[in-house]
């Protein structure tokens, strides 16, 4: 199954100019645990799906939110000539297919 199958929401945004941030939010305790305990979400994964260095990327589980948050540095400054997505709001898309072990 694939991480969408599990996760009531999974978003992207910029947090400033110089960074994009991932939300993802499940709606029961059974999602959030299996996907926790899967281990298929962590930086090193992360960093491959979105191509920069795992020192990059900043992760945590939010146990009482049942939620996960990534951070890494934009790759492009946040309305640069090249940004094709102003808001950032486009970029959780690779994480939809990411598999759940």
Do not use: W
């Amino acid at each position: 199954m694939h991480l969408s199958d599990y996760a009531a929401l999974i978003r992207s945004k910029n947090a400033g100019p110089f960074v994009l941030t991932f939300d993802i939010l499940f709606s029961d305790d059974a999602s959030y645990e299996r996907v926790k305990f899967s281990g298929a979400l962590n930086a090193e994964m992360f960093a491959c799906l979105y191509k920069t260095d795992p020192a990059n990327v900043r992760f945590f589980a939010c146990d009482k939110a049942r939620a996960f948050k990534f951070s890494i540095p934009h790759p492009t400054k946040q309305a640069a000539l090249g940004c094709a997505d102003l808001h950032g709001g486009q970029q959780f898309i690779p994480l939809l297919d990411v598999e759940i072990p």
